[in-house]
């Protein structure tokens, strides 16, 4: 298996491909903030100031005081009583595992979360348990073959990249102890769901519930980065000699500042995430309409399972029509091929119809 072929952005809603200028619905930058002038402003000028990296890690000369701002401004924007920022969000979810280890008697895992939650399962010291994808059932099944366990811990992505199928976080806490943990990945929902933006937890009504989030600054805050939202033990369990936090550099300011950027302007300018809204809810009602697959009505991403011909089939309309032919192959090849669309806040009607008229072909 090679690498797909290299594509260059081209502005926030295009990329060039050999040779051509295309509209692009790949990518998990729902707000296209990588190109806001605000964050290259924010990025480059800490870069210029303070170097492209601090060249150590946290716990030793690495913590720098954008990190310790982002970390307040994480707090307030998703109400959780502590943050910790650390290098990506796949680090985030090693650092969750370690930190977590000895806590719970117990953990389920959605078969289908991502492959660092699974990774990271390996670190919590506890047996781990697979339950079908979303399926609250089989969790309950599986919870009362192990009802000795008393701190049980959830693990499950908030919204599935490949798909965008939002968790039903809702019914499948009601299967679980009162005083259970959820641990959401919630690279994709945190900045897009939820009345305030918070995420998938928020959208699912989940308030008074023990939730942990980890998240991402590469996805809907247009940066890089990742942090882990949770409770007071989290935190100083993760500052206690945490490998990730000890063991790897700190995130570079330029990208830190360049998420409080991000965060700043979804507070300040509902209009991002109104427009998002109103581009999913117009793509999904006519992919509905024309009967094609279109995945969870609240999240802006869908995806078509295209076998064999097809999808070469698909890919020649999709070039036809100016369009990048956004085809996704997991080498594992759990998933197959498929083609996954994200819609953001700034494409624009004319781009939206193009997609919808090309698929409905
Ligand atoms: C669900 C999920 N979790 C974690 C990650 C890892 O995040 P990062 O790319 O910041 O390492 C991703 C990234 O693609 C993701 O989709």
Known sequence: MSLPEAIQPDGATHVRYRGRRLVYFGGCDYYRLAHHPKLLKAHTRTAARDGLGTGASRMTTGNHPAHEALETALMHFFGSETATV?????????????????????????????????DAAQFI???????????????????SRRRAAKRVLLMSDGVFSASGRIAPLAGLAKRLPRLATLWIDDAHGAGVLGGRLRG???????????????????????????????????????????????????????????ALASLELLRTRPGLAKRLRRNTAFVKDRLLAAGLPAGDPAFPVFSLDCPGKNAAALCYRLLANDIYPSCIRYPTGSEG?????????EHTREQLERLIITLSR
């Open 200 to 258: 998938t937890a928020e959208q699912c009504g989940l308030a008074g519930r023990r939730v942990i989030q980890s998240i991402v600054f590469s996805k809907a805050l247009g940066s890089f980065g990742g942090a882990i939202l949770g409770p007071r033990w989290l935190r100083a369990a993760l500052l206690d000699g945490n490998p990730v936090v000890t063991g790897s550099s700190s995130l570079p300011a330029g990208l830190a500042r360049a």
């Open 86 to 118: 650390v290098g990506d969000g796949y680090l985030a979810n090693i650092a969750l595992g370690q930190a977590a280890k000895g806590r719970f008697d117990a953990a389920f895992i959605d078969e289908k979360a991502h492959m660092s939650l699974r």
């Open 337 to 345: 091929a498929f083609y996954r669309f994200a819609l953001s806040s």
């Open 125 to 143: 010291g506890c047996p781990v348990v697979r339950y079908r994808h979303c399926d609250a059932d089989d969790l309950a099944k599986r919870l």
